[in-house]
């Protein structure tokens, strides 16, 4: 469908898959698939990212969830390299991605639903009344607040300006 429907050629995917055939999906490799995937997107870019694996928990490092515990993706050095937390993707996927790249994110895995670090929460699987509901660990006040400061001065980043734009638009 990629390729045939919408036009994208090989060298526009990269895909990390344990079948002796792919890059093996090693903690290294998913996150310099991140990395490449962040320094190649620009403004009116559209980027589809698609994890289907294991996922966990770890307890928290730092005091940012409300549970006390961070959601991971385990990849298959998991035991030598460790599991990817929801810190690292957002440090190192979601923050640096640039203003006006539409992102979208399909992660098919255990504890899924918040490994991004988003603001927002969906879940389909019943265990709300809403599908999407706000995050209440995270302050949009003062994030919305900090946006606009920043906007106003021209030094937003990237994912400010996205979160920002997010709030206006919805």
């Known amino acids: 469908y990629l390729e045939e429907v919408q036009g994208f050629q090989d060298y526009d995917m990269e895909i990390l898959m344990d079948d002796g055939y792919h ?5 290294s490799n998913i996150m310099n698939a991140y990395r490449d995937i962040v320094s190649k997107s620009y ?3 559209t980027v589809f990212c ?9 307890r928290d490092q730092d005091g940012d969830e ?14 030598s390299a460790g ?5 690292d993707l957002l440090k190192e996927l979601v923050k640096p991605m640039r203003k006006g790249v539409n992102m979208t994110c399909l992660m098919d895995c255990c504890h ?6 988003l603001p927002y929460r969906f879940t389909a699987d019943g265990d709300v009344d809403v599908g999407m509901q ?3 660990g995270v302050d949009l006040d003062f994030l919305v607040g900090a946006a606009g400061a920043l906007y106003l001065t021209n030094e937003l980043c990237s994912c400010c300006f996205s ?8």
């Open 163 to 170: 979160i920002f734009e997010l709030l206006l638009y919805v």
């Open 23 to 27: 890059k093996n999906p090693t903690r």
């Open 43 to 45: 403004e009116g870019d």
């Open 134 to 136: 706000r995050d209440m």
């Open 50 to 58: 698609h994890y289907s694996g294991h996922g966990g928990r770890l």
């Open 112 to 117: 899924s639903g918040t490994v991004l670090d």
């Open 66 to 79: 409300d549970d006390g515990y961070d959601e991971t993706l385990i990849p298959v050095d998991f035991e």
């Open 83 to 87: 599991q990817i937390r929801d810190d």
